[in-house]
């Protein structure tokens, strides 16, 4: 005679309870490295891995909290310290990349040329206001803001 599964209530916490089974075995994917296996397991090991799951991830976000504490640390004294070589060595075992963010403004002198029809009206300023573009090819560069000021024929 052919049993039919029972399908799981999950509506609550009590009726997925009445269908928990320790001992039951369940297949399972596991993809340890670049080799995937099917293991089989109980929910008690399921059970584990999810507490030690909780734990690890607790352990690293306290970890984590702890490396950007000694980044700030690191980066704010950096400049002046009188040991720059251990500073670098502790932001490199803790992969800490020794950086700042520099704000800044610069002056730049573009010229060129274009055709203009002569029977349009012509305001250079808003023509290269609207076409003249700044970028920056490193990505290290964040271009904020630019403006044309001055423009004028020559």
């Known amino acids: 005679m052919e049993t ?4 799981a209530d999950t509506s609550s916490q009590e009726s997925m309870a009445s269908f928990y089974n320790n001992y039951a075995t369940m297949i ?5 490295g670049n080799e995937m296996q099917y293991k089989s397991v109980t929910p ?3 059970n584990v891995l999810m507490t ?3 734990y690890y991830k607790q352990r690293f976000g306290k970890a ?5 504490d000694v ?3 690191i980066l704010d004294s950096y400049a002046d310290s009188d040991d720059q070589e251990t500073l670098r060595a502790i932001a490199e075992a803790l992969d800490i990349k020794l950086t700042k963010t520099v ?3 610069a002056t730049m002198y573009v010229s060129g ?3 203009i029809d002569l029977l349009d009206d012509f305001d250079l300023e808003s023509e290269l206001s609207e076409n003249l573009q700044v970028s920056a090819w490193n990505g290290d560069i964040e271009i904020e803001d630019y403006s044309v000021e001055d423009a004028r024929e020559n």
């Open 4 to 7: 039919t599964p029972q399908i």
């Open 113 to 115: 040329s274009m055709e």
């Open 28 to 32: 399972v994917k596991d993809t340890n």
């Open 44 to 46: 008690y090991d399921v």
């Open 71 to 73: 980044q700030a640390i």
């Open 103 to 105: 704000e800044w403004s």
């Open 64 to 68: 984590s909290s702890q490396i950007e």
């Open 52 to 54: 030690d799951n909780h």
